[in-house]
Structures are given as C-alpha cells and as structure tokens.
C-alpha cells in the first residue's frame, strides 16, 4: 500500500511563503508523474503544479510565478515552494502520483492519479 504524506501546511498572512512537502512510502523513482491539488472551500479541487519523472514542471495559470514544484528522488519527498500568498491560495492541498500516467505537457486531472495524500491545510489571511 503506497502511502503519501504531506506537511508544511499553516496559518500565514498574504504576502507570506510555506514550503509543503510530501513523503512517499516507497521511491518516488516509481512515479512519471507527480503533482499538487488542492480543495478551497465549496470549490472542487483543482491541479496546480506537476512535475514529470525529466524534472518538467506545469502550473496553473492562477499560480505561476509564484509556486515552484519539485522533487528529490533520493528522499523519495515531493515538495511544493509557496510565495507571495493569496488569501485565495486557502485550501487543503494534496499530493499525488502515480505509476502510469505522464504530464508531458500540462497537469493531469485528479482521476488520472492512483495515489493520494490525506492533504494539508493551507490558510491565507488578509
């Protein structure tokens, strides 16, 4: 049973930076494709950065230039760079991966993903 782990998550005001990390049970070598989601409030989750096995990275429009997604296989720990926050960067944010599906070009949708985390709460205030 894979497990995925996040952490990192907290209470921050705008204009503030949080580094989420996730850590994988087994080695994240495994995975083409790893990626974040997050949940905002009565709004349905949404991809906002993933990184292919190669190292290429995708964003959400609403994040780029501000998150920077990476991944150190050798830690086996996917990590999640946040800066500049927005009160509307609020929600539960969640890891994923999984063994088959590639991003080659963009951020898969969650249904594509086999593998998630329990996600960890990021709060922004104005």
């Known amino acids: 049973q894979v497990q995925l782990v996040e952490s990192g998550g907290g209470s921050v005001q705008a204009g503030g930076s949080l580094r989420l990390s996730c850590a994988a049970s087994r080695s994240t070598d495994s995975y083409y494709c790893m990626a974040w989601f997050r949940r905002a409030p009565e709004k349905e989750r949404e991809g906002v950065a993933a990184i292919a096995s190669d190292g290429g990275a995708h964003y959400a429009d609403s994040v780029k230039g501000r998150f920077t997604i990476s991944r150190d296989n050798a830690k086996n720990t996917l990590y999640l760079q946040i800066n500049s926050l927005k009160p509307e960067d609020t929600g539960m944010y969640f890891c994923?991966?999984?063994?088959?599906?590639?991003?080659?070009?963009?951020?898969?949708?969650?249904?594509?993903?086999?593998?998630w985390g329990q996600g960890t709460q990021v709060t922004v205030s104005s």
């Open positions: 994923a991966a999984d063994e088959i599906v590639e991003c080659p070009f963009s951020i898969p949708p969650d249904s594509e993903f086999g593998h």
